[in-house]
Nanobody, 116 residues
């Protein structure tokens, strides 16, 4: 069974930082998975935040560029999202996502609340 589980959400003041983690349990070598972070703010659609593909290619949403960093530790089956200079618009549930060919997997989400 393949699972992804986020942690690290919480309440942070505007301008602060937070690091999200995602632990993956996979049957194959974790390094072959493409991994992404998504978020969903109240009343809004889910949107991609950042992607780190198995070949090392990075992709960021415009709002994340320069503030957020996605990384992975393949031997530990971990995905991270470092978020800096947070503002109220970053308040959302954050989800990690893994993909292997046509199969996709989601975590249960972790809530980030940024207070002004």
């Amino acid at each position: 069974q393949v699972t992804f589980a986020e942690s690290g959400g919480g309440l942070v003041q505007s301008g602060g930082s937070l690091k999200l983690s995602c632990a993956a349990t996979v049957g194959l070598t974790f390094s072959v998975y493409h991994v992404k972070w998504y978020r969903q703010a109240p009343g809004k659609q889910r949107e991609m935040v950042a992607a780190l593909y198995s070949d090392g290619v990075l992709e960021y949403a415009d709002f994340a560029k320069g503030r957020f960093t996605i990384s992975r530790d393949n031997p530990k089956n971990m995905i991270y999202l470092q978020m800096n200079n947070l503002n109220s618009d970053d308040t959302a549930d954050y989800y990690c996502h893994g993909q292997l060919y046509a199969r996709t997997y989601w975590g249960q989400g972790t809530r980030v609340t940024v207070s002004s």
